[in-house]
């Protein structure tokens, strides 16, 4: 199994597929119990979802789940929202808080899986990052993330449909920000919020240098805006899944135009 595949693209977006793998090996499958083997955290079709929805894109995509490792977590351990309910480099736990191993795996065991399956993902989003920045002179990494709209564990209430991450205005300049807002504020029939409960994760915060034409934002989805039921098996709506695409084709055209008048300014 390759860690991660690359489709490389003339656009100057890249698309980031930290969580849609569900590649588990043996050995760790061995060591999951009954509600680890369910793999509900995965972010369910979202590489389908994104699938030619603008041309020209690069993504590139982790095919390992996140149970092994998350490609989304700071190697080092570090808490991603401290003080807060969240799941670590390598989970304990679902997002349900249930404990997801029969047997947890130590710290040899978490490094092997960091050099095996976290660092080959990163190694090839730094080569596409520079490859990109490289031809266009800018760069804007879009990472792609879906969740339930319900988890009392990790927040209250109902999540809303399009959560923008930018961690505070932080990982670009103000008007992809501004931007993107004003596409999903326009989208009819979804809500959203700007830096609500996922303000970006480690990816959006690591390779964010606005000042070297650098630039990252998230978008986390309600998985109500394109799967039949937020179940079993998972199931995805062609339907909802067609509207959302449009969406998301005018987000990202918007990034592509935008993307050239930023070289150079920030």
């Not at 990472?143 to 988890?151: A, E, L, P, Y």
């Not at 079993?232 to 067609?242: E, I, L």
Request: proline fraction near 8%.
């Amino acid at each position: 199994m390759t860690p991660v595949s690359v489709i490389e693209g003339s656009s100057p977006i890249i698309l980031g597929l930290p969580h849609t793998g569900t590649f588990v090996p043996p050995n760790v499958w061995a060591e999951l119990n009954p509600i680890g083997r369910d793999l509900a955290d995965t972010d369910w079709h979202v590489d389908r979802l994104y699938d030619g929805v603008v041309d020209g894109l690069t993504t590139v995509r982790a095919n390992f789940h996140r149970y092994v490792i998350d490609a989304n977590r700071d190697p080092s351990g570090a808490s991603l929202y401290p003080g807060q309910n969240t799941t670590t480099l390598v989970p304990l736990t679902d997002f349900e808080g249930r404990d997801i191993w029969q047997s947890a795996p130590d710290q040899d065991e978490i490094e092997a899986r960091r050099v095996a399956f976290h660092a080959p993902y990163h190694v090839a989003m730094q080569a596409q990052i520079e490859r990109v920045l490289a031809t266009h002179g800018v760069v804007i990494l879009f990472d792609c993330h879906s969740i339930r709209g319900r988890i009392p564990f990790l927040f209250d209430g109902q999540l809303p449909d399009l959560n923008v991450g930018t961690d505070y205005g932080v990982t670009c300049d103000p008007r992809i920000e501004a931007a993107m807002w004003q596409d999903c504020q326009n989208a009819p029939g979804y809500s959203a919020v700007l830096n609500g409960r996922f303000r970006g994760g480690w990816t959006v915060r690591h390779y964010s240098a606005p000042d070297q034409n650098r630039h990252t934002i998230q978008l986390e989805l309600a998985q109500s805006t394109y799967l039949s039921a937020q179940t079993p098996p998972w199931t995805y709506d062609p339907d909802k899944a067609g509207a959302l695409r449009e969406q998301l084709s005018q987000i990202l055209q918007t990034l592509a135009d935008l993307a050239p008048t930023l070289k150079g300014t920030s």
